[in-house]
């Protein structure tokens, strides 16, 4: 039975600084010669850019639904057989979301350790822990750790504020230099940010210095299962645009895309590279077109060939930002409309407020397909919506899914791995 040592890093809500002090764990034990896998719970593309980054190895998800049970206990799994820790970074807060990163953390038995921003706090941070630790009695707790720290002394009272059975594994000073920063969608993207890995090693050192650092203890994640899956793509060529502007791509998915059978290989738009005329199929996921509009729309040898690649008849799959960039304008907050391709009809606006967040599920032929959507646009086209998706647990309507020949389009990031059946018909542009 595979077991290996797991730590859960929670926290009360986002913005407490989990991905910091993960992304610091992971290259601390890197740094001493453990292979390190990081997981990131629920549906994320930015926050496991920066853990890939800090561990050396990429970072998949794990949600009880999105991903579902099953599916996270063999990742868990095949994990443990090769790895020396295994660290998941919660999302939102312990108890935030159906289900929870603490239903997550209970239902496979990792201890969870509490980031508690401690910036403006004193006593109050041991309220908070009380709270976090008993909050539900069959959550594996294992202890807090305090962040943004003023000094030895403002630690020293959060640590005395805690009550009797709470474990104190340390704390690290508000610094700068050590932050990670962000904007409307979340963390910036790894490779944007130029001294990452100065940061890491700066958080790593750190953390050094805390009980944070000791190996937690060994969880057995049970035997590795492995369900066989057809090789329905076998042979086919598929493309994926992959930069700045095109990176909100879950490494789960295409890893199914080869497992099915599929060659992948990858182009820049932001380079202004074709599409490959041997590709069979053509994948434009979501990311951050917006902020590299004007690039975009002087980069016609991609625009060109995304449009012949279209005009042949190939099967195109767009994702949120993917879509957007297949639109015939694009709008900023300022209101500058920037020219895009124009290979589906429709405008898209960018919003300072939120648009559309939350999980999302297709149900079409071949059952249901999980995902989510977040968004800060609003988009208007004349198309007709093929399908749309649906929240689970409850009634309201999701996202639209246009299908145009065989270009298939939406606001919604589907995880592949849900329904490798759905996922084949996308990539031969069949009917779904």
């Given at each position: 039975m595979p077991a290996c040592p797991a730590l859960f890093v929670s926290a009360p809500a986002s913005g407490q600084g989990k991905t910091t002090i993960t992304a610091g764990l992971a290259r601390y034990h890197q740094r001493m010669g453990r292979r390190v896998r990081v997981f990131k719970t629920g549906p994320d593309f930015l926050d496991p850019m920066i853990l890939a980054r800090a561990s050396?190895?990429?970072?998949?998800?794990?949600?009880?639904?999105?991903?579902g049970e099953a599916a996270c206990r063999t990742l868990l799994a095949e994990a443990a057989a090769e790895a020396d820790l295994i660290l998941i970074e919660g999302v939102m807060g312990l108890y935030d979301g159906t289900p929870s990163s603490a239903d997550l953390a209970t239902t496979f038995g990792v201890p969870v350790v509490a980031v508690i921003s401690a910036k403006a706090m004193a006593q109050t941070f041991g309220a908070v822990a009380f709270g976090l630790a008993n909050y539900r009695p069959h959550v594996p707790f294992h202890g807090v750790f305090a962040n943004r720290v003023g000094s030895p002394r403002h630690a020293q009272m959060l640590e005395e504020a805690l009550p009797a059975g709470i474990q104190w594994t340390g704390y690290i000073a508000s610094k700068d230099d050590i932050e990670l920063p962000d904007r409307h969608l979340g963390l910036h993207q790894a490779d944007e940010i130029a001294d990452l890995d100065a940061r890491l090693d700066?958080?790593?050192?750190?953390l050094a210095q805390t009980q944070l650092v000791e190996l937690p203890q060994a969880v057995d994640f049970g035997p590795v299962v492995h369900t066989a899956v057809p090789r329905l793509l076998d042979?086919?060529?598929i493309a994926i645009a992959r930069d700045a502007a095109f990176a909100f791509i879950y490494p789960a998915n295409v890893q199914l895309l080869e497992t099915l059978g599929a060659?992948?290989?990858?182009?820049?738009?932001?380079a202004d590279e074709p599409v490959p005329q041997s590709a069979d199929a053509l994948y434009l996921p979501g990311g951050y077109p917006e902020l590299h509009a004007e690039r975009l729309a002087r980069n016609t040898c991609s625009a060109d060939t995304i449009r012949a690649h279209a005009a042949a008849g190939k099967p195109l799959v767009a994702e949120c930002g993917g879509m957007l960039y297949l639109l015939e304008t694009l709008t900023d907050t300022s209101g500058k409309r920037t020219p895009m391709p124009g290979?589906?009809?429709g405008h898209a606006t960018m919003q300072t407020r939120l648009a559309s967040l939350g999980m999302q599920q297709l149900d079409g032929m071949h059952g249901t397909m999980t995902g989510h959507t977040f968004h800060y646009s609003?988009?208007?086209t004349t198309m007709t919506p093929y399908l749309t998706s649906v929240r689970p647990h409850s009634d309201a309507r999701g996202e639209a899914v246009y299908r145009t020949g065989k270009i298939v389009a939406t606001y919604m990031h589907s995880y592949w791995p849900s329904n490798p059946a759905f996922t084949a018909a996308l990539f031969h542009?069949?009917?779904?």
């Open positions: 050396g190895a990429p970072v998949l998800s794990l949600d009880l639904w999105m991903v700066r958080a790593a050192d750190a042979g086919k060529h060659r992948v290989t990858y182009f820049s738009p932001l290979v589906l009809p609003h988009m208007t542009g069949e009917a779904f």
